[in-house]
């Protein structure tokens, strides 16, 4: 069984995985412009999930106690999708693998990027 927990976040048979390299926003992450990132993000990722057969590669360290994995559902790179689609950032202090999906997500102003969003990790930080 498979389930998204968020939008960088999924459980694969009793195992949690934290997508390596992007920060989606939080589940109550909402942006100024009033649009539900959070939801969106998670709802995104479930649907690119779907009922495909999904794959994660463990990488290096943990994150709150989650496996840091590139996850794949049927070959492609669900990281990539979703910094591609908007509904995720390049998380540039744990790597650099997904920068050229967010430029072109930026300058389509898809997503959070069309949105007032702040940075999943801004946001984290203003709810302390």
Do not use: N
């Not at 969106?40 to 057969?53: H, N, P």
């Not at 990488?59 to 995720?88: K, N, P, Q, W």
């Amino acid at each position: 069984a498979q389930t998204v927990v968020d939008g960088d976040t999924i459980e694969l048979k009793g195992t949690t995985f934290r997508l390596h390299g992007i920060d989606a926003p939080e589940l109550p992450q909402v942006c100024a412009d009033g649009w539900p990132a959070g939801r969106a993000a998670r709802d995104y990722l479930g649907d690119l999930i779907g009922t495909k057969q999904v794959t994660c590669t463990t990488r290096m360290g943990e994150f709150d106690h989650e496996i840091a994995a590139i996850c794949r559902a049927d070959g492609i790179d669900l990281g990539a999708a979703m910094v591609t689609g908007g509904y995720a950032l390049a998380f540039v202090p744990y790597s650099a693998r997904y920068i050229t999906q967010e430029d072109a997500a930026t300058s389509a102003r898809r997503g959070v990027h069309g949105h007032k969003c702040a940075a999943p990790w801004q946001w984290r930080r203003g709810q302390d």
